[in-house]
Antibody, heavy 120, light 107 residues
Framework: EVQLVESGGGLVQPGGSLRLSCAASGFTFSSYWMHWVRQAPGKGLVWVSRINSDGSSTNYADSVKGRFTISRDNAKNTLYLQVNSLRAEDTAVYYC?????????????WGQGTLVTVSS | EIVLTQSPGTLSLSPGERATLSCRASQSVSSSYLAWYQQKPGQAPRLLIYAASSRATGIPDRFSGSGSGTDFTLTISRLEPEDFAVYYCQQYGSPWTFGQGTKVEIK
């Protein structure tokens, strides 16, 4: 059974940092593109970042470029999102999602999300 | 960036009725890289449809997708109580973008 479990969220002050993790199981993690998607309270889904299967290629939404860094450890079956210089507008539930073997693939499995709250 | 616009914003229907949700793209979606997701309160999105018209694993056949180019539709043939939720379209050409969602509520 495919499982994605996020962790690392919490309350942080503006300008602060967190590292979000997504532990994957039930599939060959090292074969798949992976994504982070966020959802502000009461709002829609917004794509944040993606990484290819070996970690050599990454992309970011303009709103987080230069502040967020996606990475992965295929030996640990874990996806990461380092979030720095946090702003109030970064408050959201952050989901990891499995892409496919190719960059243009839908998200077929999603974790339950981890909440990041940016507030003083 | 491809912008997706969903309509209507809210659809008020009764169980057993047919639901038709629309998703329009600002430019043609490559190779029908268009998906639909269902999201219930407090839950993660669930993939329903990919490649515009292919049902994901385990999705009932009352859900169907159609369309190409810039106009796509999700149809729920007969609404079950568990189908009342928010639905998002997504293009996954490069990279991902989502529509703003359509809420299907009980009338």
């Amino acid at each position: 059974e495919v499982q994605l479990v996020e962790s690392g969220g919490g309350l942080v002050q503006p300008g602060g940092s967190l590292r979000l993790s997504c532990a994957a199981s039930g599939f060959t993690f090292s074969s798949y593109w992976m994504h982070w998607v966020r959802q502000a309270p009461g709002k829609g889904l917004v794509w944040v970042s993606r990484i290819n299967s070996d970690g050599s290629s990454t992309n970011y939404a303009d709103s987080v470029k230069g502040r967020f860094t996606i990475s992965r450890d295929n030996a640990k079956n874990t996806l990461y999102l380092q979030v720095n210089s946090l702003r109030a507008e970064d408050t959201a539930v952050y989901y990891c999602a499995r892409g496919g073997w190719y960059s243009s693939s839908q998200g077929d499995y999603w974790g339950q999300g981890t909440l990041v709250t940016v507030s003083s | 960036e491809i912008v997706l616009t969903q309509s209507p914003g809210t659809l008020s229907l009764s169980p057993g009725e047919r639901a038709t949700l629309s998703c329009r793209a600002s430019q043609s979606v490559s190779s029908s890289y268009l998906a639909w997701y269902q999201q219930k309160p407090g839950q993660a999105p669930r993939l329903l449809i990919y490649a515009a018209s292919s049902r994901a694993t385990g999705i009932p056949d009352r859900f169907s997708g159609s369309g190409s180019g810039t106009d796509f539709t999700l149809t729920i043939s007969r609404l079950e109580p568990e189908d009342f939720a928010v639905y998002y379209c997504q293009q996954y050409g490069s990279p991902w973008t989502f529509g703003q969602g359509t809420k299907v509520e009980i009338k």
